[in-house]
């Protein structure tokens, strides 16, 4: 059986797991995959999140990528980290930078086997803060200063592409070599507050075609295999080149409630919660969902496209978000066929995310 033929029937234990410690968040990115903001008062509690992060060590996962709203606000946050380590669980964990000084970034840089992704959505102010807020690019600067400060070595910058920040790719890519970071690009997709900013920021079909030829020369920069579709066009990007939602991958959000992919918080991918009976790792090896998911699935409308195999009908949240069967073609195939079926179908009602924790109003940073 083939690697890819083996992750696509599931796995053990999630290879990317991604636990969202909270909705808390000082900040409103127009982007925001679970519209985070304001605090759920059902979060779990720091025992409940140390007996998930035990019970993470018994299924032997060998790290979690730990993110919110912004995760830097629970004030367990290091005790959690630290407990992780101590039980042989890595950390990948992504901040908006805001509470990163430089005392933060010294204790990061001593405990092993904790890796720190900064937020960037653009190459300068005026870009980035269109998305993430006003005064957010000169704290994630910040942010990244303090960690080449306290020798943390190499951390990642985070970018979600848009059509403002794919003209800038080459001074992204040479911040982070002036940091020597590592770069790791990400597909904007419509989920939370993405599907209100989908329209004005998603790439152009010209635009993805610069990125994929761009990601053929740079294949050292991260993408997560947010861009598999790009594969039709021709040789694969780096990665498995899948979708890996409840195969290989999975999200638990700060109550708990665990679904299939990041991308995909809506009731019809919830699988669980890991306050049941059996915690995670019943619902990762038995939920009805999963194993759903873990099918062979059908090509669907895309079966008469001969680069089905290369691009596997591309990111199922961006369908189910746009209003598109699953079956059908990505809303961004490059070779329109999600937008012709888009414009033909008239979809008027896409679903919505199953909670929003936006705020009322977004809050800037002050300088």
């Known amino acids: 059986m083939k690697l890819t033929d083996r992750f696509k029937s599931g796995l053990g234990a999630p290879i990317c797991l991604t636990w969202e410690l909270t909705y808390a968040c000082n900040l409103a990115c127009v982007h925001c995959l679970s519209s985070s903001g304001v605090r759920d008062p059902r979060e779990l509690t720091t025992q409940e999140a140390m007996a998930l992060i035990d019970e993470m060590a ?20 290091f005790d959690l980290v630290d407990h992780c380590v101590a039980k042989g669980v890595g950390v990948k964990f992504s901040t908006n930078g805001t509470r990163l000084t430089f005392e933060k970034a010294q204790r990061l840089a001593a405990s092993p086997m904790v890796d720190v992704q900064i937020s960037l959505d653009g190459a300068d ?25 306290a020798g943390f070595g190499e951390f990642k910058i985070s970018v979600v592409m848009t059509r403002h920040n794919i003209p800038q790719i080459g001074e992204l890519y040479a911040l982070a070599q002036h940091y020597g970071a590592q770069l790791r690009l990400t597909r904007f997709r419509p989920s939370g507050r993405g599907a209100d900013s989908w329209e004005a920021l998603h790439p152009t079909q010209a635009q993805q075609r610069e990125l994929y030829a761009w990601l053929l020369e740079h294949p050292m920069v991260l993408t997560g295999d947010s861009f598999f579709h790009l594969s039709a066009l ?11 939602a409840g195969r290989v991958v999975c999200l638990i959000d700060p109550i708990g409630d665990v679904y299939a992919c990041p991308f995909v918080i809506h009731d019809d991918f919830l699988a669980g919660n890991v306050r049941e009976e059996g915690g995670f790792g019943s619902i990762w090896r ?82």
């Open 234 to 244: 021709g040789n694969p990007l780096e990665g498995l080149n899948l979708c890996g």
């Open 286 to 367: 038995d939920s009805a969902l999963f194993t759903e998911l873990r099918e062979p699935t059908s090509a669907g409308a895309c079966a008469s496209c001969g680069s089905y195999d290369a691009c596997q009908g591309g990111c199922m949240a961006a369908k189910f978000f746009t209003g598109l069967p699953l079956d059908g073609p990505d809303p961004e195939c490059v070779f329109g066929h999600g937008e012709a079926q888009l414009a033909s179908q008239a979809v008027s009602i896409r679903p919505a995310a199953r909670s929003d924790h936006s705020k009322r109003s977004p809050l800037t940073i002050s300088s």
């Open 125 to 149: 102010a005026a870009t980035n803060d269109a998305v993430r807020g006003e005064g957010s690019y000169a704290a994630s600067i910040a942010a990244m200063d303090n960690l080449m400060a």
């Open 58 to 77: 018994a299924m032997q996962i060998f790290y979690v990528n730990i993110g919110g709203g912004e995760p830097m606000i629970r004030s367990d946050f």
